[in-house]
C-alpha cells in the first residue's frame, strides 16, 4: 500500500534516515568471536545465540531503512522531473532549477567550474577595468606631451599663450587620444547579468519551497 506525503515531508524524512542509517551502522556488530570452553562471544558479552539474534536483527533494519531511503529518494527525483515551476526568465522543473539554482551558486557536481554567468562577468569586469586603466594611462602622458608641445611652441612666457596658434597641438591630441571600444557597454551588461542573477536566484528558492510544500508524492 502506498503512503502520501508533501515533497518537503519526504525530504524531512530522507535526511532523517541518512542519519539514522549511519547511526545503526556505527553501532552494529556483525561478526565476533568465541572460545569452544566459553558461551560468550568476546566483544558484545552476550551469547552466541543472542549475538546471532542481535546480528540479523540489526542488518535486517539497516536494510530496511536504505529501502525505505531509496523509495522516497525515488519519488522525490520522479516528482522533481515532472513538477513545473514558472519565473520571469521561464518554465523550469523542479529538477531543472534544483541544478541550475546549484550551478549559479557555484555548488555541485563541478564546484563553481560551471557557474559560465561569473565568469563571464568576471571577465567582462575586469578586462573593462584593465582598458580604463590603460587608457587613462595614455591619455595622462598624452597631455603631458601636449603640455611639453605647447611650451615648445609658445615658449616659457604663459602670458604669450593666448597669442599664438595651438591648432597643431589640439590636432596631435586629438589623434592620439586613445578611446574604449564598448560594443557592448559591458557597465550596463553587468549590471543587468547582476539583476537577472539575483532576481532569477530569488525566484528559483521561492518557487522551489512553494512547489515542495504543495506537491504530493506517493511512496510504495
Do not use: C, W
Not at 545465540?49 to 519519488?75: C, H, M, P, S, W
Not at 520522479?78 to 546549484?102: C, H, M, P, Q, W
Not at 565568469?119 to 580604463?132: C, I, W
Amino acid at each position: 500500500m502506498s503512503e502520501k506525503m508533501l515533497v518537503t515531508q519526504a525530504l524531512d524524512e530522507r535526511d532523517l534516515l541518512v542519519k539514522k542509517i549511519a547511526d545503526k551502522i556505527a553501532k552494529a556488530s556483525f561478526v565476533d568471536t568465541i572460545k569452544p570452553n566459553e558461551d560468550k562471544v568476546y566483544m558484545k558479552r552476550i551469547t552466541k545465540d543472542a549475538y546471532t539474534k542481535e546480528a540479523e536483527a540489526a542488518y535486517q533494519q539497516i536494510v530496511d531503512l536504505i529501502d525505505r531511503y531509496q523509495k522516497i529518494d525515488a519519488a522525490i527525483v520522479d516528482s522533481n522531473a515532472k513538477t513545473e515551476i514558472t519565473t520571469s526568465y521561464g518554465t523550469f522543473t523542479v529538477a531543472g532549477a534544483i541544478s541550475l539554482r546549484s550551478r549559479l551558486k557555484g555548488q555541485g557536481a563541478y564546484n563553481g567550474h560551471a557557474d559560465f554567468e561569473s565568469k563571464l562577468q568576471k571577465k567582462m569586469a575586469s578586462e573593462y577595468a584593465e582598458r580604463v586603466r590603460f587608457s587613462d594611462m595614455k591619455n595622462s602622458d598624452l597631455q603631458s606631451t601636449a603640455e611639453e608641445m605647447r611650451l615648445s611652441i609658445l615658449g616659457r612666457d604663459a602670458k604669450t599663450k593666448d597669442d599664438k596658434p595651438l591648432s597643431v597641438v589640439e590636432a596631435y591630441v586629438k589623434e592620439n587620444t586613445t578611446e574604449l571600444v564598448d560594443p557592448l557597454d559591458v557597465k550596463r551588461k553587468l549590471e543587468a547579468l547582476d539583476e537577472k542573477r539575483d532576481t532569477l536566484l530569488t525566484e528559483l528558492d521561492t518557487q522551489i519551497k512553494v512547489s515542495n510544500a504543495t506537491t504530493f508524492i506517493e511512496v510504495e
